[in-house]
């Protein structure tokens, strides 16, 4: 499957995406919704577990972001991200790392983030390990959560929800942490 790149200096490139149910990508709409709100990103650092395709790291470095670092388990996934970093040109700004978040998150406890984007699988939320890696937020960074349903944004330890957005069945979460 291909995507799409939607704004920035990227805008309109394409990238392959996984032929897997391992993967969810965020969708065109919810991407583009979610960067609509983060606004201004330039010059960030951005941190993307779970990343699937790697598409929040590509649409961020396409928004000006200095650079952002996926984290990625999925050996299939692995390669494609791989692949598509290369096709974008991007190997200046994006490093793949082949680990599972709460490993790396564990062997890394010092790197710090501007912002992380979190996309975990929606059947397994691993809301523990998602509170494990608020602590690579640096002061006054943002931490985005997408999961599944209408309910109440997860309660994640270490930040606070500044705000949450509902797009079909799937949702939006804004945390804080604090300075």
């Known amino acids: 499957m291909r995507m799409r790149i939607i704004a920035g200096i990227l805008g309109g490139r394409f990238f392959e995406s996984p032929d897997s149910s391992a993967t969810h990508p965020m969708g065109e709409r919810m991407r583009g919704a979610l960067f609509n709100i983060l606004g201004d990103i330039a010059g960030m650092a951005v941190l993307d577990p779970f990343a699937g395709t790697g598409a929040l790291s590509f649409e961020a470095i396409s928004r ?45 406890p010092n790197a710090a983030f501007d912002l992380i984007l979190v996309d975990p699988p929606y059947h397994d939320m691993q809301l523990s390990t998602v509170s494990l890696l608020t602590r690579h ?24 929800v500044v705000d949450t957005r509902l797009y079909g069945d799937a949702a939006l979460a804004f945390y804080r942490k604090a300075a």
């Open 64 to 108: 000006g972001a200095a650079n952002a670092t996926v984290l990625e388990k999925d050996r299939a996934a692995q390669k494609i991200i791989q692949k598509n970093i290369a096709a974008l040109g991007v190997d200046n700004a994006v490093k793949l790392i082949k680990a599972n978040c709460r490993m790396w998150s564990e062997n890394n």
């Open 137 to 160: 937020l640096k002061p006054n960074g943002l931490m985005v959560l997408s999961y599944q349903g209408r309910g109440s944004a997860p309660t994640v330890n270490g930040v606070v």
